[in-house]
């Protein structure tokens, strides 16, 4: 069974700063998901990799196979942007996605 | 096609009642996952199908729990003897294949009391 650890678990930073959010598994995979959810409950896919580096407008995913650990990036942090953020990966002998607890971010303006 | 939708979106329900919820997944998807999240933790796999063929189910998934995707479109979760350990958001998740982005709806929060 893969275990994923996220960290921080909560993050508190002021609009403009540049934001980093860690999360790191224990078994091989198939493939990596960021996922965002907002208070009541929405879960919005925000990247799916395998390998290297996605962007996505002030968001940036990356994966290092090797060290099971992949980062999601967000570049000039915006109140909005305050929202859960879950690492979810798939593999490990289970087809199911294996979520990480969350990392919960608020932006302050 | 609207995405991927849940009903209810909440469920309060006496201890020992029965309750079911629907998902309806994102047409010609082809998989369809349940999930369960309870407050401040992320969410856990509970069974997955692939059409109609229900493939995986996780261990968190008792006797009490039952799910269907009769046709392999809409899929429905059932619980019986509803325990207030049941308290949880329900999501549901679709996606094309096993390795494409799966798309999740709102969730069903149910609350046992």
């Known amino acids: 069974k893969n275990e994923v650890e996220q960290s921080p678990q909560n993050l508190t930073a002021q609009e403009g700063e540049f934001i980093t959010i860690n999360c790191s598994y224990s078994v091989g995979i198939s493939a990596l998901h960021w996922l965002q959810q907002h208070p009541g409950g929405g879960i919005v896919s925000l990247f799916m990799l395998s390998s290297g580096k996605k962007k996505h407008g002030r968001l940036i995913a990356t994966i290092n196979i090797q060290e099971k650990h992949s980062s999601l990036h967000i570049t000039a942090s915006h109140p909005r942007d305050s929202a859960v953020y879950i690492c979810a990966v798939r593999g490990g002998g289970a087809d199911g996605l294996t979520f990480g607890k969350g990392t919960h971010l608020i932006i302050q303006p | 096609d609207t995405g991927v939708s849940q009903d209810p979106r909440h469920k309060i329900t006496k201890r020992g009642q029965n309750v079911t919820f629907r998902c309806d997944p994102i047409?010609?998807?082809?998989?369809l996952y349940w999930y369960r999240q309870t407050l401040g933790q992320g969410p856990e796999f509970l069974t997955y199908?692939?059409?109609?063929?229900?493939?995986?189910k996780s261990r968190l998934l008792s006797d009490r729990f039952s799910a269907e995707r009769p046709k392999g479109s809409f899929s429905t979760l059932e619980i019986q003897r509803t325990e207030q350990g049941d308290s949880a958001m329900y999501l549901c998740?679709?996606?094309?294949?096993?390795?494409?982005?799966?798309?999740f709806g709102q969730g069903t929060r149910l609350t046992v009391v």
């Open positions: 047409s010609e998807h082809n998989r």
């Open positions: 998740a679709s996606s094309l294949t096993l390795d494409t982005e799966a798309f």
């Open positions: 199908f692939q059409n109609e063929a229900q493939l995986e």
